[in-house]
């Protein structure tokens, strides 16, 4: 790495990190597949004591300093396909950089469940928030956390298969997951993405 490439990931690591979790409102999509982003937020914020997320225009938001950085938690309130409206705020911040700065978290029905991925950028892999908050970023390039929540069986609607709840049995083996997860997000964080891939990939 240069002298100058090592001095802008210096600097970028003083400045915000924002974590997205992807999921559709309403009490009746908490316990679907769709919502696994929002399951992740919520024991992130449980282990590092946020205040509790507030209503705010499009999304759900609760900020706090970890460690001498600002940690952003949203949660989109748009529904999945325009998730990407809840992330116009990102360009207030000064000096933000989504490829460095931006952590998505998302459900994945092409990942069996437990399974975890995070990658540096990439496709939407069919995934409708992933690819609205490409179109709004402009960008394909920031980082996401996929967390597998079962393969849909053969012949079903994939919309009907995220949308509906999880067995228990699944239900509680993502459950089980989240302090890992938690662990994932606070890694990006502070060590970047490609250490988080090669500790939590699985």
């Known amino acids: 790495m240069t002298a100058g490439a090592e001095s802008e990931r210096s600097a970028s690591r003083s400045g915000t990190r924002v974590v997205v979790g992807l999921g559709n409102p309403g009490p009746e999509?908490?316990?679907t597949r769709h919502n696994v982003g929002w399951w992740v937020l919520?024991?992130?914020?449980?282990d590092h004591d946020f205040d509790p997320f507030e209503r705010r225009t499009r999304r759900l938001e609760t900020?706090?300093?970890?460690?001498?950085?600002?940690?952003?938690?949203?949660?989109?309130?748009?529904?999945?396909?325009?998730?990407?409206?809840?992330?116009?705020?990102?360009?207030?911040?000064?000096?933000?950089?989504?490829?460095?700065?931006?952590?998505?978290?998302?459900?994945?029905?092409?990942l069996d469940v437990g399974r975890v991925r995070l990658r540096p950028g990439g496709g939407a892999g069919g995934h409708n928030g992933l690819r609205s908050v490409t179109a709004a970023l402009g960008t394909p390039?920031?980082?996401?956390?996929?967390?597998?929540?079962?393969t849909k069986p053969p012949g079903e609607d994939l919309s009907d298969w995220v949308l509906s709840p999880m067995p228990?049995?699944?239900?509680?083996?993502?459950?089980?997951?989240?302090?890992?997860?938690?662990r994932a997000v606070a890694v990006w964080a502070e060590e970047g993405i490609e250490t988080a891939m090669n500790r939590f990939n699985r």
């Open 42 to 46: 919520d024991r992130f914020a449980y």
């Open 29 to 31: 999509h908490d316990d």
């Open 168 to 182: 228990e049995e699944d239900e509680d083996a993502v459950t089980a997951l989240l302090p890992e997860l938690s």
């Open 63 to 110: 900020t706090r300093r970890i460690g001498g950085r600002t940690f952003m938690l949203i949660k989109p309130r748009t529904y999945m396909n325009r998730s990407g409206q809840a992330l116009t705020k990102l360009w207030q911040i000064w000096g933000f950089d989504t490829g460095t700065d931006l952590l998505v978290v998302a459900d994945d029905a092409n």
């Open 141 to 150: 390039d920031y980082a996401r956390l996929r967390v597998g929540v079962g």
